[in-house]
């Protein structure tokens, strides 16, 4: 583990520490601390020695009005330095009773920059995220999504803003479409909402894609939606699978929706409780379509630790339900410049611990679904992105030549990981880069033939 | 209202799951109707009222949560803890 070490050499060592022209290093300063690995580079750094404004003072209070003293004699000075972690306790114990100069051992954590929250501006641009995922040089190699159909299970799009937006065709298949019953309207003409961002992110990557207008979100049940209209929707996407030829099957699913709250659910044990159980209708129905050849892609949520949605019920592993189904990709959210936003959820998932799966980009001005200057945010926009990425793969690689979950792992092994660790709870296994993955399938053909 | 999962035969319909249940029409949401979860295993489900649910406990799987979902964003601009707008 990486430590401070506090040290009180000698008061000529200190002052040449503090003199900006004399260069003292770690080694200087320290010599040979046991068990203990220096780090060169760190520059040695003073630290001043509180000491009371009274002459009645407490010499061991901070709790009292008191001057810093950077006179050699008083000041102290800071190495950096690696304790092995089996032996972390027992030598920040025992180092200040073995070396009379050392005053103290403290920890050195990993410090972030705050992230991106919920009020924030946008970060970025969507013409960034297009060039971030590699879209135009997928375009320019068919990898567009042209013949793969894009199910959109929202609150409906509005295909003119989507159009006048992104400055291109927007294809929708009325047809193939469903709503549930009681909810009117036409597909591609429902008010501009959160599904028409969806829409948006999804064509970043893959502007050809066909587009399903699913709103399950407009239900007539007056709340958002319930799970049994969503149980319905993928009964009807399950009729539009089937009636592809198998030899091309691709249909992707984006859903950037979940379930807030503990009490809107049977409790985590109950038989018919759906947070945590994989055998609600609901998550066998998930389980099947993947089974039957269908990319599902849900967001994770926006019930991260840092800035968490105020309507987050859950107290802990707040990825849930099919948001955390193992086969389903689980996405989270980064900002352009790759950092993880506050609110993405973080793992692990209730229904699988190795949650969320990758993350994508959100939080960056795109649609203005929400108003003018406002970003398209959420795990919301992340989930449609990484399905348009998907889509764009599916292009020439349908599902009957790579399943879903082989699609799932390559995704995982591609993506560009952003811990030191491999998999992680914050970005999973990584941002995606859909470049790689078809880098990946090229090598893979390449040996077949 | 909750949801039941009912075995039947490829090609069933709610009158057929209602008669395997023994409910009653009123019991149901017929607009939801019977929605094949797994087709290849004859696994369905129905909406049903959760008293209504109580009575078919013998012949059906469940009964299971039918919650409400909502959208990860919102219209709600303004703190660093409201719902991001998307």
Sequence with gaps: ?????????????????????????????????????????????????????????????????????YAPQDAAVLVRGEIADDELSTRSVLLPSARRDVAGVFADPVIHSTPTCGGDGPVGHWQDVARLLGAPEMTVEGHDGSGVTLAIVDSGINAAHVQAHLGREVIIDTERSWSP??????????????????????????????????????????????????????????????????????????????????????????????????????????????????DIVFSAGNCGRECPDRRCGFPDRPITGANSHPRVLSVGGVDTGLERVGYSSQGPGRLSDRKPDICAYTHFAGSEANGPGTPDTGTSAACPVAAGAVAAIRTRHPATEISPAQLRTLLHRTAEDRSTLGFDHDYGYGVINPPAVLESLGRHTRHAA | MVLLTVRLPPGATLADALARLELAEEDVDTAFGLVPIDPGTGLYAVRVAEEASHRAANTAGGPFSDPPIAPHGSQDPHDRHAPPSG
């Design chain 1, 1 to 69: 583990m990486r430590v401070l070490i506090q040290l009180r050499p000698a008061p000529d060592v200190v002052a040449a520490v503090i003199e900006p022209g004399v260069r003292a290093t770690a080694a200087d300063v320290a010599g040979r601390l046991p068990g203990v690995v220096l780090d060169q580079a760190f520059a040695p750094v003073a630290v001043p020695r509180p000491v009371p404004a009274s002459a009645y003072g407490d010499p061991l209070s901070l709790n009292q009005r008191v001057e810093f003293s």
């Design chain 1, 181 to 294: 019953p009681g909810v009117g309207g036409t597909p591609g003409e429902y008010p501009v909402a959160h599904g028409t961002m969806c829409a948006f992110d999804a064509l970043i990557a893959a502007p050809r894609a066909t587009l399903l207008d699913i709103p399950v979100l407009l239900s007539p049940h007056n709340v958002a939606g319930l799970l049994s209209d969503a149980v319905a929707a993928y009964a009807h996407l399950r009729t539009v699978l089937e009636a592809m030829p198998a030899g091309s099957r691709s249909l992707v699913i984006s859903n950037s929706w979940g379930l807030f709250s503990p009490g809107q659910d049977f409790p985590p044990g109950h038989p018919g409780n759906y947070s945590d159980n994989l055998a609600h209708p609901f998550n066998l129905i998930v389980a099947s379509l993947d089974q039957a050849g269908a």
